[in-house]
């Protein structure tokens, strides 16, 4: 062993070799078994080596092993092109690894710039830090910012999920990571598919943009942006949200969107609109407001504010309404009107039991009243205290009314659509069975001391005409073109998001400190 000092000014030292040789002519030093070499507080390990002093270059061979007390490691490599002048070291070998406090580097070529602490590599690594693993083609790795960036084919593994990307950063001071084209995160519970976005590993709080998606065992959520925090257990969507629920083929349609995981509940606003699609007929929801609730022994939609339904036999319009999927029950509230076929169902609550998707029993409670026009400004008419009316394949097939019932209905030779009207038979009782067909009065039959009235066509006074709560509103009837609107793409709204500090930013910052 010995020590040589081959140049002052680059401050180079071999403080380690078994042989050492000068060629004088060509400025080669080369030594030999168990190599120790230091530059300005760099140490350097190898079998052999040669230094190319007019060229500034160290070349190592076997067993490379290159130090900086407390800082960092770099080892394992078959070869060695160490750079004098900006302290960069060029490393290949089958198991090359960088290693500091904060991560562990695996690749078969590394080069790094002792002197800035910036590293990188273009032929594949692995990156382990704590419980994850790191895979990617290409990276960059700045010691000083601890700011990692990985292009091309990334992969990162960790105990809660796996995640596929084309680029990501990872910003170590923050713990913050970014990742930018297709990426595609699994885990246990969901995959989500977006094509940019942000995770902070301290507050597990994250952001998914372009395209955003997330996929369970029965449902998904695709939006322009998702934003979620685990700890708190929020999710927020924002612009074109589809939330889909394969258990019951419920689709949701809005542009802003609420999640809270702790007690499995949801709102959707701004346009939304809901359908469920079973038997070649589709159910629409829409309204000012959506609340979900997602429970197995409890699961339930409410819609309220303007909220208005569209089947193909049915529509109606409510101030609000509820769907209880449990149980295939829709309730609507305040002065809510429906509309099958030529009849429109009004009162003060109603209450719809759904049987294979399609309407079983309409119970109607308070002022409840059933009109259809037979002539322009002239109805046939029923109301009561409670009306329940029977449905077979969404037609309705019997009314029946009880509490203060009354009907006015117009008569004709035969029911034929052109048959003229004859007379008005007008009826008050306790109790009232109307039997319908096609649309059409089968039977009425009336219970509870029934008291009426028949008069000719010419003789029905103006007075009688019409029961008290009569308010025909055909105009109101929904269309299925206004629901199917918001299920439209719209323009994505601005993400609000955490930005990467740029260069010029950084640069702007330092001047303006020193001004100071």
Same mark, same amino acid.
């Given at each position: 062993?010995?020590?040589?000092?081959?140049?002052?000014?680059?401050?180079?030292?071999?403080?380690?070799?078994?042989?050492?040789?000068?060629?004088?002519?060509?400025?080669?030093?080369?030594?030999?078994?168990?190599?120790?070499?230091?530059?300005?507080?760099?140490?350097?390990?190898?079998?052999?080596?040669?230094?190319?002093?007019?060229?500034?270059?160290?070349?190592?061979?076997?067993?490379?092993?290159?130090?900086?007390?407390?800082?960092?490691?770099?080892?394992?490599?078959?070869?060695?092109?160490?750079?004098?002048?900006?302290?960069?070291?060029?490393?290949?070998?089958?198991?090359?690894?960088?290693?500091?406090?904060?991560?562990?580097?695996?690749?078969?070529?590394?080069?790094?710039?002792?002197?800035?602490?910036?590293?990188?590599?273009?032929?594949?690594?692995? =990156?382990? $830090?704590?419980? #994850? /693993?790191?895979?990617?083609?290409? *990276?960059? @790795? &700045?010691?000083? %910012?601890?700011?990692?960036? +990985?292009?091309?084919?990334?992969?990162?593994?960790?105990?809660?999920?796996?995640?596929?990307?084309?680029?990501?950063?990872?910003?170590?001071?923050?713990?913050?990571?970014?990742?930018?084209?297709?990426?595609? =995160?699994? $885990?246990?519970? #969901? /995959?989500?598919?977006?094509?940019? *976005?942000? @995770? &902070?590993?301290? %507050?597990?709080?994250?952001? +998914?943009?372009?395209?955003?998606?997330?996929?369970?065992?029965?449902?998904?959520?695709?939006?322009?942006?998702?934003?979620?925090?685990?700890?708190?257990?929020?999710?927020?969507?924002?612009?074109?949200?589809?939330?889909?629920?394969?258990?019951?083929?419920?689709?949701?349609?809005?542009?802003?969107?609420?999640?809270?995981?702790?007690?499995?509940?949801?709102?959707?606003?701004?346009?939304?609109?809901?359908?469920?699609?079973?038997?070649?007929?589709?159910?629409?929801?829409?309204?000012?407001?959506?609340?979900?609730?997602?429970?197995?022994?409890?699961?339930?939609?409410?819609?309220?504010?303007?909220?208005?339904?569209?089947?193909?036999?049915?529509?109606?319009?409510?101030?609000?309404?509820?769907?209880?999927?449990?149980?295939?029950?829709?309730?609507?509230?305040?002065?809510?009107?429906?509309?099958?076929?030529?009849?429109?169902?009004?009162?003060?609550?109603?209450?719809?039991?759904?049987?294979?998707?399609?309407?079983?029993?309409?119970?109607?409670?308070?002022?409840?009243?059933?009109?259809?026009?037979?002539?322009?400004?002239?109805?046939?008419?029923?109301?009561?205290?409670?009306?329940?009316?029977?449905?077979?394949?969404?037609?309705?097939?019997?009314?029946?009314?009880?509490?203060?019932?009354?009907?006015?209905?117009?008569?004709?030779?035969?029911?034929?659509?052109?048959?003229?009207?004859?007379?008005?038979?007008?009826?008050?009782?306790?109790?009232?069975?109307?039997?319908?067909?096609?649309?059409?009065?089968?039977?009425?039959?009336?219970?509870?001391?029934?008291?009426?009235?028949?008069?000719?066509?010419?003789?029905?006074?103006?007075?009688?005409?019409?029961?008290?709560?009569?308010?025909?509103?055909?105009?109101?009837?929904?269309?299925?073109?206004?629901?199917?609107?918001?299920?439209?793409?719209?323009?994505?709204?601005?993400?609000?998001?955490?930005?990467?500090?740029?260069?010029?930013?950084?640069?702007?910052?330092?001047?303006?400190?020193?001004?100071?």
């Amino acid at each position: 062993m010995f020590f040589f000092k081959v140049s002052a000014q680059t401050n180079v030292e071999i403080t380690g070799g078994e042989k050492l040789s000068v060629d004088q002519k060509k400025n080669y030093t080369y030594i030999v078994g168990n190599v120790v070499i230091r530059h300005d507080g760099v140490v350097i390990q190898c079998d052999s080596a040669i230094r190319k002093g007019n060229e500034g270059i160290i070349e190592g061979f076997g067993h490379i092993y290159i130090y900086q007390p407390d800082t960092f490691t770099l080892s394992g490599g078959d070869y060695l092109r160490y750079t004098e002048a900006d302290k960069t070291a060029m490393v290949t070998g089958k198991n090359v690894i960088l290693q500091d406090q904060n991560m562990t580097l695996l690749s078969t070529e590394l080069q790094y710039n002792i002197k800035n602490q910036v590293g990188y590599y273009v032929k594949g690594a692995d =990156i382990l $830090s704590e419980q #994850n /693993t790191l895979k990617s083609r290409k *990276g960059y @790795y &700045n010691r000083r %910012s601890n700011v990692f960036n +990985f292009k091309d084919k990334v992969q990162l593994n960790s105990p809660d999920y796996t995640m596929s990307s084309d680029t990501l950063d990872y910003y170590a001071s923050t713990r913050t990571a970014y990742f930018f084209g297709p990426t595609r =995160i699994v $885990s246990k519970e #969901n /995959t989500i598919i977006c094509n940019s *976005g942000w @995770y &902070n590993t301290v %507050s597990e709080k994250a952001e +998914f943009n372009k395209g955003a998606q997330i996929h369970s065992k029965k449902s998904s959520i695709i939006a322009d942006s998702l934003f979620y925090d685990r700890k708190l257990g929020y999710g927020r969507g924002l612009g074109n949200i589809r939330l889909c629920d394969s258990s019951e083929s419920f689709t949701v349609y809005g542009q802003k969107g609420e999640y809270y995981q702790k007690t499995n509940e949801s709102y959707v606003t701004v346009a939304p609109m809901a359908m469920q699609a079973k038997d070649k007929d589709t159910l629409y929801v829409m309204a000012e407001t959506f609340y979900f609730k997602n429970d197995s022994l409890d699961k339930r939609m409410r819609a309220y504010k303007k909220a208005s339904v569209f089947q193909k036999d049915l529509q109606g319009i409510c101030d609000s309404l509820e769907y209880a999927f449990n149980d295939s029950t829709i309730s609507l509230f305040n002065d809510p009107i429906l509309w099958n076929g030529k009849n429109q169902i009004s009162g003060d609550t109603m209450f719809i039991f759904l049987k294979n998707n399609k309407i079983n029993t309409l119970r109607v409670s308070d002022n409840a009243f059933l009109a259809s026009e037979v002539i322009t400004g002239s109805y046939n008419q029923i109301s009561g205290r409670e009306m329940i009316n029977r449905f077979d394949s969404n037609a309705l097939k019997s009314v029946l009314v009880e509490g203060n019932a009354e009907s006015i209905y117009y008569l004709r030779d035969n029911e034929t659509d052109s048959a003229e009207y004859t007379g008005v038979n007008k009826v008050a009782c306790g109790k009232m069975l109307i039997i319908m067909d096609s649309s059409k009065v089968k039977a009425i039959k009336f219970y509870v001391q029934p008291e009426g009235k028949m008069y000719p066509m010419l003789q029905f006074p103006e007075s009688e005409k019409y029961l008290t709560g009569l308010d025909w509103r055909v105009q109101l009837v929904p269309k299925k073109e206004k629901f199917l609107e918001r299920a439209l793409v719209l323009t994505p709204p601005a993400i609000t998001k955490p930005v990467k500090p740029s260069k010029s930013a950084k640069k702007a910052t330092k001047k303006s400190v020193k001004k100071k």
